[in-house]
C-alpha cells in the first residue's frame, strides 16, 4: 500500500509540474499533513479551492482505523472519522504566506491504552480555529505550517478498558482541545 500511496503521489507531482501554469492560476491545492501520519498512522488529507486572492475553502478527512499492542500486551488505540469544512483568510495571496482559518468539525473517535487502560469512545463537534504560515518552495508545492484549537461538544462513554466493554462512565461535555499540528506538504494547482 505504501508503495501505490508513494508512486501515486509521485504520478500526481509529475503531472501538476509538467502542467506549467503560472502561480496566478493556481486555484486548486491538495495537502497531507505528516505529523498526523507519524500520530499513530492516521491517513489524512485536505483539498482548498481559492475563491478569491484573499479567501480559500478546505475540507479535511482523518481516518485512523488501527489499534496496537504495546511491549506489555497492552491494547493503544486512537481510532478515528473526522470531517470538517471552512475557510482560510490569506492577507498577500492565497496558497502564500500567513493565514488563518475556521472550520466546523465533526469526530467519530475510540482511544485509550494510550496513558491508563481506560478507553472513551464517542462523537464530538466544534469550531477549529487555526493558524500558520505556507513556504512556496516552488510555483506548485508548498510547505503549511501551524496548529489549531478546537471546541465543542462531546458525548462519550468510557470504559475500563480497549476490550473489556465495562463501562465506567458516559455522558456529554464541552472541550477545548488543541487539534492540530500541521507540517503539510501542499501541491498546488
Not at 13 to 33: F, M, P, Q, Y
Not at 121 to 149: H, M, T
Request: aromatic share 16%; proline share 3%.
Amino acid at each position: 500500500m505504501k508503495c501505490r500511496l508513494t508512486a501515486s503521489f509521485a504520478l500526481l507531482l509529475v503531472a501538476v509540474i509538467a502542467s506549467g501554469r503560472e502561480k496566478s492560476d493556481t486555484r486548486w491545492g491538495i495537502a497531507t499533513n505528516a505529523v498526523d501520519w507519524v500520530y499513530l498512522i492516521t491517513v489524512n488529507a485536505s483539498g482548498q479551492y481559492a475563491l478569491s486572492r484573499h479567501f480559500s475553502l478546505e475540507a479535511q478527512a482523518r481516518w485512523n482505523p488501527w489499534s496496537f499492542r504495546k511491549a506489555d500486551d497492552q491494547l493503544c488505540q486512537s481510532r478515528q472519522r473526522t470531517f470538517s469544512f471552512g475557510t482560510r483568510w490569506w492577507p498577500w495571496y492565497s496558497y502564500s504566506g500567513w493565514w488563518m482559518g475556521a472550520r466546523c468539525q465533526y469526530q467519530e473517535y475510540n482511544r485509550g491504552g494510550l496513558k491508563s487502560p481506560d478507553t472513551e469512545e464517542g462523537d464530538a463537534a466544534g469550531l477549529v480555529l487555526s493558524g500558520g504560515y505556507s513556504i512556496q518552495l516552488n510555483r506548485w508545492l508548498n510547505i503549511d505550517l501551524g496548529f489549531g484549537f478546537w471546541g465543542g461538544r462531546a458525548r462519550y462513554t468510557t470504559y475500563a478498558c480497549p476490550t473489556c466493554g465495562i463501562v465506567t462512565g458516559g455522558g456529554s461535555k464541552t472541550f477545548f482541545l488543541p487539534d492540530e499540528l500541521l507540517l503539510s506538504a501542499m501541491i498546488v494547482f
